[in-house]
């Protein structure tokens, strides 16, 4: 119990304090302490924070209930194996972007405010993973939104203002959706608390099944705001360009998630049974197809790098709704997995273009030609990420994709069993068409390349190592399959 | 007993000017003293009620002026006398920049005597004269600056307020006629014998005067006094114009609908239907023109007007439950919303900002007025954790437990309405906490907090609108006691 | 027949001669002999009125002891002892007000043609609501046209000639018509007498006979009447003759001399034609319509008034409205409330009437609203009772106008046809009264920083003050405790009958 309170509560205190202590200096020059100092105090903190984390993964078992909201409405966390496998994801990421940005914040003001921020979100994401009912997660959905806001706002331009408050009131507007479904949840289950196979009592089932479906559509939609499900994808092109490199990481690797996430709760509290064969299945399978599609061809044609990796993320999300949507345990275990491919390969991506951006300052994919040259590891870890979001073996989105595919084949849907993998297939050489010409052109920039300015760029360590351990993990995933198979199927049988 | 804390604030205030107080602080003292006495009184009066009614004088026939301590006149009497104190504090500090202290003082402890005559009152008629009497003690106050726009406000106030009230008045006319008594009583007054084929008239009337008491509540479409009065200086506009006054509207609504009519009468009927969507719309609009408006303290009015229709969308769901929310709502936005208007007081005072794009990084120089308004903005919005929620959480669960399929749309409305709470409260803190990148900090360098006097009421607040929200349970259960008689 | 059965006659006779007498005296005599007489009779009144209480019956008394139909009848019920108490309270207080004004306003000369005018005025109030006989009623109906026009014209300015002769003009055409009514009347029965025409009605109705006559001379004297006491749409006379005459003419004009009319017709209505057959006349449908638009365009008139004693006098075309509605409903409540009304308009328009010359004094002398602003803080009597008044015309509780909305909206639900259309016009009224009067409260509340105006204190106004404390008094006894009036009225209405 304590365990997991300190980890929730031991980086948003930490957060709180440095956010209160380390009120931004007026002027950028008389900082409070040395920036040395605070960068170790917060990696420090950051890691202390990864250690109670996994210490409480391993050890805590029991859940437990912190306090009453009122009668009936406990905020309660437990530790099951959906959320400790997005726990696994946070973890890693979160700190690996945080050290990234100890090199890349160097020159923004206001760190202490960022990190403070940063903290807060790691919190309140590690308390989401362990929530134990559905108000619970609500309440750390909302605190989510409002902490990882001030991140997207960072730079203070009027274009990061205005795509802080867009990702704002976009995460809202869907956070209220689905509180809307929580209002008739509450009334039509016994308790809130998550289950896998459904809460709904049988009359109420009877009695307001129509109107239970579409309680559980307004749902998939309002947490589906957040996995920037089309139609309400919007945010994520906008907030991923103005955020600092290693905030869009962690939002697209982590935050993003947090929509997967509710919605496999969602689907858990409905009952997959109830949903199954319904309306509910088949607009949700187009809307995500739809994203799938639609994302990765936008992502195409973008020219900016930060923007064309964000549509390639609400692609990707896609996928995994996809395999949710599709309902049955293969298609799950994919899901599932291709949450941790590609949550180690986008921040891994975004890493890297925010080292390039860093040492460069070049953000149009078309200015990087010879970018292979300068900054050649930066470059071979991007070629490599690249090829797990196509999903090419060995990595790990290949082996997700696999299985997405090879659950909907198994699925029996009429039309969408054929369907989708056709999409994924089409969506997936997209992918390749945005990504790999970057690759292609950086490391063979042509003849008329002028090799007079050339010079190597490649990062500090506090950039490239990070980089580098995501890259290995977004292979190691793939080469290793089956120890992440195997926390999957317990996932899925085990509770 | 229950005459004396009405007279009190009376006492009091006609003394302010009266009195030759030499200085300053000795009015200050005497005010506070008298204030936080009568609050005492009126809690003691509270927790220690008889059940006996209290006659103060005979009107015509079976009318008489007479007052009694129930469920609902512990709520809303509870309620005000436990803001007063703090309210009268802050406006000591405020008032220093304003002329006719005296005048305002008067008119602002008056007030207070009349709104717990609202809040005692034992019948409708009682309850109407001290309604009426409300109107005419506050015109001063929203009149105090004496500007052009103060007195078009006034003007707008008085002939809202007036003109409800005669449609009130014509509520009241029913219950006189078709009641038994137009006392109080749980479930209402009506005599079946006498409604007897009246039922759709009597309908009529009530909505008539749903929308009399209505105007006080700011429902649509006579809700633009509201934002009007905010010329008013901002413990009036705090105090008054986001519970004392407005909630008096709603109070006199659960008064009329639960106490007077009756749920059963109503329930069911297209009265209900037509007042419901009513306040949906209202809930809605009330925020949408928030997020348009500009002008801080204006802004805020729009979003009371919203909170409003909350309190009144309980009301008419017509269940205990509904009343439960009502009430629920009617207590934390009094605080949650008090709170928030001292806040932008306070901005206004130190600063002389009025407007929302004025107040660019004034968050880093007034961090704890900032944050007290951060807290009270994500209360608005509902955040779990906070007031806000709980009152809503019971809003929308009466709503959806009541079956009517109307009151899930208005669960949308809420939403909604959430969302754009969001919107018009976070852009304030978003502006106040991040302001652009190029921002020159030596415009607002000599910016700092205010004094303890203004301070310590919103860190009371900002203390309730937490323990509300994590631990509400003994309260939501007082109301729930309120609700279904047993108080 | 105790003495006390003598009282009605005396007032009438008293301040008939005693305006006589006031033409040989000087003005400042003129002016003791008239508040004595009104004091004198204001006392017999009361006393008339115990008495009446006391025995409970009223009593027909025959002047110079011959029986009808030679004789002229005087009747006395509680009705009447209690409207002449009112009237002569009013009208002392009217002219305790306004007395402070005169020299500014009349001519020293004309001093006391203007008591020999109040005194008539009286003498012919007094008459109407006491007589008993219907021809007598008509030559006080003229009297008091006179004594009211002279009243209006003894302010010599332009606008009051004007004035006067479209209320003579007015006036005359209302008196004619009810001439006509009387004139069928007597032809269908032969009678002069109420209590004789009400029995030979009675007959002509049981028979069926003559229906169209009857209805015909029923509707040309209510019509007669409603001119001369304003209802709407015969309302064009009203503001000139109030706005532009002397204050306490404004002040007894609109609130008695109206009312006397009204209360002429009452006692026809209950007298001559009978409750029952008048309420089955199509009479009633048009009063009531009538009386709900006067209720409306009345008060819009006064909204879009920028003078203030224009606007006051607007008002009462509203108000007069109000009781042509409660006579409309047809019931006896409606009559009840209406007869209220009487008595609650006329406290509080003359409040109103003497309020605003305090405050347009202190103006400058000017009526129109821009001067106004701020002259409550200069003359704060007259703001309070301004106020006061405003506060009863908008019909909050306290005030005499509270009980009488009261009385209305609950005689207004006993009637099924015409409930919705009451209440409706009710409340909208009342809205629009608190548009214009609230606007003048506030207006003259608003603080100006630059005046041209000098204040006033109560030293220099004593008389005036107390007359407002006065009158503010009634309106709060009216207001507080209505029960015992009101339990009056019904008794005399069942007087009535």
Partial sequence: MYLILSSIFFPILAGLFLLIRFRTPLSGENRAVSRKTLTSLIGALLVITAALVVAALMCAKDGFTLFYLTKNLPVCFRIDNVGRLFSMLAVIAIPCAGFFSFAYMKHEARESRYYGFYLLAFGVLNALCFAGNLITFYLFFELLTLSSMPLVLHNGSKEALMAGLKYLFYSLCGAYAALFGIYFLYQNCDSLTFTADGALRASSIAEHGGFLLVTAFVMLLGFGVKAGMFPMHAWLPTAHPVAPAPASAVLSAVIVKAGVLAIIRVVGMFGRDFLRGTWVQTVWLILALITVFMGSLLAYREPVLKKRLAYSTVSQISYILFGLAVMNETSFTGSLMHVLAHGFVKAALFLCAGAIIYKTGKTRVAEMRGIGKEMPLTMWCFTIASLGLIGIPPTGGFVSKWYLALGSLKSGLPVFDVLGPVILLVSAMLTAGYLLPLTIHGFFPGADYDYGGFQKKEPCRLMTVPIVILTMLSVLTGLFPDMVAGIIAMAITGR | ?487 | MDFICNFPFFSILLSLFSGTVCSVLPAKAAKIVNRVVILAVGLMSAALLLYLLSTGESFIYWMGHFPAPWGNEIRAGVLEAGMALFFCIIMYLSMAGGAHKLPGEVVESKHNLYYILVNLLLSSLLALVYTNDMFTAYVFVEINTISACGLIMIRQVGRTIEAAVRYMIMSLLGSGLLLFGLCIMYDLTGHLLMSNIKESVELIVANGEYQIPLIVSVALMCTGLCIKSALFPFHAWLPDAYGYSTVSSAAILSSLVSKGYIFLLIKIIYRVIGFSVFNSTRMIDVLFVFGLMGMIFGSLSAIKENDIRRMIAFSSVAQIGYIYMGFGMGTQAGMVASIFHILSHAATKSLLFIAAIGLTDVSGGSRRFADLTGSAYRNKWAGVAFTAGSLSMVGVPLFSGFISKLLFAQAAVQVEGKMLASLIVLGISTVLNAVYFMKTVIRIYTATTETPYEGITFRHMKAYAVTLVFFILLNVILGVSSQPVVNMIGQGLAMFA
């Fill in chain 2, 1 to 487: 007993m229950i005459i004396s804390v009405i007279l009190i604030p009376f006492i009091a205030g006609i003394l302010v000017p009266a009195m030759p107080f030499q200085k300053r602080w000795q009015k200050e003292v005497f005010l506070e003293t008298a204030v936080v006495l009568n609050s005492i009184l009126v809690w003691y009066l509270l927790l220690h009620h008889s059940d006996s009614t209290f006659l103060l004088a005979h009107f015509t026939g079976n009318l008489n002026i007479s007052f009694r301590v129930d469920g609902m006149s512990m709520v809303f009497a509870g309620l005000v006398s436990a803001l007063w104190p703090f309210a009268t504090l802050y406006a000591f500090e405020y008032m220093t920049k304003e002329n006719n202290e005296n005048v305002f003082f008067l008119f602002y402890t008056l007030t207070y005597g009349v709104t717990l005559g609202i809040a005692l009152a034992a019948n409708l008629l009682t309850m109407y004269f001290f309604y009426e009497l409300l109107t005419l003690v506050t015109v001063p106050l929203v009149m105090h600056t004496l500007t052009r726009e103060a007195v078009l406000a006034s003007r707008k106030y008085l002939y809202y307020s007036l003109g409800g009230a005669a449609f009130a008045f014509l509520g009241l006319i029913m219950v006189i006629v078709y009641g038994s008594t137009t006392d109080f009583i749980p479930g209402g007054v009506l005599d079946p014998a006498k409604t007897a084929g009246k039922t759709d008239i009597l309908l009529f009337i009530y909505v008539m005067a749903f929308m009399g008491f209505g105007v006080k509540a700011a429902v649509c479409p006579f809700n633009s006094w509201l934002p009007q009065a905010g010329v008013a200086p901002t413990p009036v506009t705090a105090l008054l114009h986001a519970v004392a006054v407005v909630k008096s509207g709603a109070f006199a609504i659960i008064r009329l609908t639960y106490y007077s009519f009756g749920t059963d009468f109503l329930k069911g009927t297209w009265a209900q239907d037509v007042v419901m969507v009513i306040v949906m719309f209202t809930i809605v609009y009330g925020c949408s023109r928030a997020v348009k408006e500009t002008h801080i303290k204006r802004r805020l009015a729009y979003s009371t007007i919203s909170n409003l229709s909350y309190i009144l969308f309980g009301v008419v769901i017509m269940t205990p439950l509904g009343l439960v929310g009502a009430l629920t709502h009617l207590v934390f936005h009094a605080v949650m919303k008090i709170s928030s208007f001292f806040c932008a007081g306070a901005v206004m005072h130190q600063t002389d900002r009025h407007y929302v794009h004025e107040l660019d990084g004034l968050g880093y120089k007034m961090p704890r007025v900032f944050g007290i308004f951060t807290i009270s903005a994500l209360a608005l919005m509902g955040v779990p954790g906070l007031a806000g929620f709980v009152s809503k959480w019971n809003l929308a669960g009466a709503a959806v437990e009541s079956g009517n399929p109307l009151a899930f749309g208005g669960v949308a409305c809420l939403l909604v309405s959430a969302l754009l709470t969001a919107i018009y409260m976070l852009t304030i803190v978003v502006r106040a906490f991040f302001p652009e990148k190029d921002f020159d900090y030596s415009t607002i360098s000599d910016v700092r907090d205010p004094g303890w006097k203004m301070l310590l009421p919103l860190f009371v607040f900002t203390l309730f609108i937490i323990l509300f929200g994590v631990y509400s349970q003994p309260v939501v259960d007082f109301f729930m006691g309120v609700a279904t008689g047993a108080v």
